[in-house]
């Protein structure tokens, strides 16, 4: 054995290892292997978490972003916009970040050019420095201690926040007690002085022995000048020509005849004067209506009579269409007596002057009989039907209102006798009531008034 091992001396030692020891190693070999793999998904589980904690915050600061951004900017316009408010939403949106920023700059500046021209404009700058203090506070943005309580001061340093390093470019000039020119730098120094222009003395009129200005009379003129004492001479005025008297201005007259007679009319003052033969105006005599004239009067006559009755109906919601008559209305063959049937007196009434008032209209306008009245579009524009708002059924009364000037238009000259049947037909049936509510009576001897509801007044129908 020793032998054995000395001969082994100096060569190299190979390995050699039983089976449980190689098992060994294979097991510490694997278990490495195991924690390599152990770690890299640990690791990679910690990453995935990261991310998505990262993409959740960035969710988070996304929903924040869009729930505040409009409130955000109104208080960065507003100079309201705090310092968190500000970086957040710089980290979360940095492009709508230095949006807030500019807006906000944009309002400081605004607000300090305001407060600027307020200073500067103000009588009592020391109370308007006092309410600027305040606004600043406010805001949140303030001028140096020394600053606030100087008016001069303070103009200047407004200046400076609003124009930068151009306010100490600024320059003022303004004159002194002495009429010197000053110009000032924009903290009021005085950089240069410009001396007072010397004004040379005005010449003065040479006067005679009596003291009044020597006058020459310039040849072969009217005109005259004043000798001054430095040689000159000046402006004297000119001798008066004889005026050529004027003849008198012949009035401008114009003769104008109108329904009351014939007058002359002095253009130039105004003045009118009737022409009268025999003590009497001349009158000219109407021209007479044309057959049609007098047609669309009579057609405008019966118009608004008729709407006289439908007015005082929607004045005291009486008439009114019901929708039991108009389904009634709907049945054929007997719809119109079902629908008088289910019609009250105020209905029935209303809808005859409804009708007298739309058959005038048509008859003027086709010229001929109108079957089926009730059916045709005009009833729908001028009256009320079931379900009209009450502002359609007032827009319908000024449609028929519309439609009878314009008959009275087409009237033409037969407008006037229309006025006077009205006048008549008016006087022989008044109202049941007049303007006041009251209603008419007649007594004994025919005569009639309208009598208040306590009886105490009466007011007489001519």
Do not use: C
Not at 91 to 99: C, N, S, T, V, Y
Not at 115 to 138: F, G, M, P, R
Not at 171 to 180: F, L, R
Not at 190 to 202: E, F, H, M, Y
């Amino acid at each position: 054995m020793m032998a054995l091992a000395l001969g082994l001396v100096g060569r190299p030692v190979q390995p050699y290892l039983t089976t449980g020891a190689t098992d060994f190693v294979d097991s510490v070999q694997k278990g490495k292997e195991d924690a390599i793999k152990t770690d890299t998904l640990k690791t990679t589980s910690q990453k995935s978490a990261l991310d998505l904690l990262t993409a959740q915050k960035k969710q988070a600061e996304s929903e924040w972003v869009s729930a505040n951004a409009p409130t955000v900017l109104q208080k960065a316009k507003k100079m309201e916009m705090s310092d968190a408010e500000y970086t957040r939403m710089l980290q979360a949106d940095p492009e709508f970040g230095k949006l807030l920023g500019t807006e906000q700059a944009d309002a400081v500046k605004n607000y300090t050019a305001a407060n600027l021209a307020y200073l500067n404009s103000a009588q009592d700058k020391v109370k308007a420095l006092q309410e600027i203090n305040q606004a600043d506070e406010h805001h949140n943005v303030s001028m140096p201690e020394n600053v606030r309580n100087d008016p001069n001061l303070a103009l200047q340093h407004l200046k400076t926040r609003v124009l930068g390093a151009k306010a100490f470019d600024e320059k003022n000039t303004t004159k002194n007690e002495a009429g010197d020119v000053e110009t000032r730098d924009s903290f009021g120094n005085v950089i240069s002085i410009n001396p007072a222009a010397v004004k040379t003395a005005k010449a003065k009129p040479v006067l005679d022995a009596k003291g009044m200005p020597v006058m020459v009379t310039l040849p072969n003129t009217n005109k005259r000048v004043i000798k001054m004492d430095d040689g000159t001479f000046g402006d004297g005025g000119t001798i008066p020509e004889p005026k050529t008297p004027t003849p008198a201005k012949q009035p401008r007259l114009q003769q104008v005849v109108d329904a009351t007679g014939t007058y002359i009319v002095n253009l130039d003052t105004g003045e009118t004067k009737p022409i009268l033969i025999n003590g009497k105006p001349v009158v000219k005599k109407p021209e007479a209506p044309s057959g049609e004239e007098s047609k669309s009067a009579g057609y405008a006559f019966r118009m608004g009579e008729a709407n006289k009755i439908l007015t005082d109906f929607e004045a005291n919601k009486k008439g009114m269409p019901s929708y039991a008559a108009s389904m009634a209305g709907g049945v054929p063959v007997i719809g119109d007596y079902l629908e008088r049937k289910a019609q009250d007196q105020n209905q029935q009434l209303y809808k005859n002057a409804a009708l007298a008032w739309l058959r005038a209209k048509l008859r003027d306008e086709s010229g001929a009989t109108i079957q089926n009245l009730e059916s045709n579009n005009e009833y729908r524009t001028y009256f009320p039907l079931v379900g009209d708002e009450p502002e359609t059924i007032k827009q319908k009364a000024k449609l028929r209102e519309i439609a009878e000037a314009e008959m009275m238009l087409k009237a033409g000259k037969a407008s006037t006798k229309l006025e006077q049947t009205r006048k008549d037909y008016n006087a022989k049936n008044p109202p049941a009531k007049n303007a006041q509510g009251w209603k008419l009576y007649t007594d004994k001897n025919g005569n009639k008034a309208y009598v208040s509801p306590d009886g105490k007044q009466y007011q007489k129908v001519q």
